[in-house]
């Protein structure tokens, strides 16, 4: 099993629950992705059919629900293909994603901490 860590501003979380100007939603979007292949391009495994569990760690402890945050995961995700960590992300070589709460706080002010469990 190969864990990546993410550290996710506030300001770069996209939400499903909240509606962005598309440009701003497009930048966002770019930025995650860059992040997600910048990290997968330091491994050299290379997965062929896989299961991604997603733990989240937010910086508070105010209600959230993981699952919501699947945008921000599509693109970590989107880059980590564009890495090579992966042929694909489709549904013949990703079987599952699950989305948890991590259990505890980032412990960074306006920090998410996206744990890929892979």
């Known amino acids: 099993m190969l864990k990546i860590k993410f550290k996710?501003?506030?300001?770069?979380?996209?939400?499903?629950?909240?509606?962005?100007?598309?440009?701003?939603?497009?930048?966002?979007a770019r930025r995650l992705r860059e992040i997600g292949k910048n990290v997968g391009n330091k491994y050299t495994e290379v997965f062929n059919h896989y299961t991604v569990d997603v733990f989240i760690y937010p910086p508070t402890r105010r209600r959230f629900d993981p699952p919501n945050l699947y945008p921000t995961v599509k693109h970590l995700i989107d880059g980590l293909t564009d890495s090579g960590l992966w042929e694909d992300d489709d549904w013949k070589h990703m079987k599952t994603m699950s989305f948890s709460y991590g259990g505890d706080i980032s412990g960074e002010k306006d920090v998410f901490i996206f744990e890929l469990h892979i």
């Not at 499903?16 to 930048?27: A, C, G, I, M, P």
Request: charged content about 40%; proline content about 0%; glycine content about 0%.
């Open 8 to 28: 996710i501003d506030r300001e770069n979380i996209l939400n499903s629950n909240k509606q962005l100007h598309r440009f701003v939603k497009r930048d966002t």
